[in-house]
């Protein structure tokens, strides 16, 4: 069994910034890519970052240039970096992983932006 561990949310002002982190911890032999989600109310969940073992990291249109995704393979961890937030990055933020073993989701964290 794998578990992933999400910190970090919370509620700012816009244009301010929160680091999100994920930790994975259990039976967890190679991660193939790890990524963040969001899901605003009313929304489908949508992909913000991916990060994976071959390539570059990806990000969604609406982040580029103001999120930072990166990855602690010693750890098992991921991180978003959040600068610039505005109102509509507010949503649950959820990290994502994908192992030798099956994929697995996060418990979701809160990030609340205020005008």
């Known amino acids: 069994q794998v578990q992933l561990v999400e910190s970090g949310g919370g509620l700012v002002q816009a244009g301010g910034s929160l680091r999100l982190s994920c930790a994975a911890s259990?039976?967890?032999?190679?991660?193939?890519?790890m990524g963040w989600f969001r899901q605003a109310p009313g929304k489908q969940r949508e992909l913000v970052a991916i990060i994976t073992s071959g390539s570059g990291p990806k990000y969604t249109n609406s982040v580029k240039g103001r999120f930072t995704i990166s990855r602690d393979n010693a750890k098992n961890s991921a991180y978003l970096q959040m600068n610039g937030l505005k109102p509509e990055d507010t949503a649950v933020y959820y990290c994502k992983i994908s192992t030798g073993l099956g994929v697995y989701w996060g418990q979701g964290t809160q990030v609340t932006v205020s005008t």
């Open positions: 259990g039976s967890i032999r190679s991660i193939y890519y």
